[in-house]
């Protein structure tokens, strides 16, 4: 029993998204990687293509879960106009989680879209410096953020409208007590997982692979949740494949990987004797 405290860290910034495009006419091909927003132009010739749009990952809560991995959305044969003007729009992380009141949870990123194509961005991870309003909710997106020590629940992956393409999962759960683990956020091919009392925060959920580079590449992975592990010793709680930042136990967490829409790692937390949320 007693009162106690939060010793608290800030939760990583969430990675920003990518678009890449991939034609073929004629036995020609041609590809672009776009890592930040502007207007294209088409190439003669091409009039369809092979695709892949990632949104901004979620930032980590402040003594909280990880962000929820930037949606994943991957096709071909989408048709372009040749010559025709493209306005890409490659989604930015969320910030970190800091401070006291609403801002202690983790932002969400932002979404990509080019032409009818919109992936969703990545959920903020749950955050915690002491009673309400200083502590917020994991934040739904394209993969969820996961959940703290105080609200426990965890952020819900949302399809938007092209829900058969668009790919993202939920993050996991936090705990209330032992270690207080924050949850993974989820990953674009895995949920993240849940914190645990005795062994600290979940992993971010993994994301999933693309060729469309030219080799296998993993994208949009979740953020490691925080925990109240004490040493800043311990391993890290492990970002997903694709770019998800690991979860710390005392430390601020580590950011998502930029051009991978990975979700950041929760910053932890230490507790120790006094009044509650200093």
Known sequence: GGNHYNTSSDGGSGGSGIIILKYRAANRASRHLFTSST????PKGYDTAEFLVVAGG????RNGGGGGAGGFHAGSGHSITPEG????TVGAGGAGGFGTGTQVGGSNGTNSNFSTITSIAGGGGSGNNGPAPNNVRARNGGSGGGGGQAPTDKGEAISGDQPSSHLGSDGGVGTASG???????????QVGEDGSTSTGGG????GLSSTITGSSEFFAGGGGGGSNNG????????????????????LVGKNGESGRGGGAGGGGYAVSPGPLGQ
């Open 203 to 206: 992993n971010g959920g993994n």
């Open 39 to 42: 207007s294209f132009t088409v």
């Open 58 to 61: 979620g930032g980590g809560g």
């Open 231 to 250: 040493s800043g010793s311990s391993p890290d709680y492990i970002g997903g494949l694709g770019g998800g930042g690991d979860g710390q136990d005392s």
């Open 179 to 189: 270690l207080y683990g924050a949850g993974g956020g989820g990953g674009a091919g």
């Open 85 to 88: 003007s493209l306005t890409i």
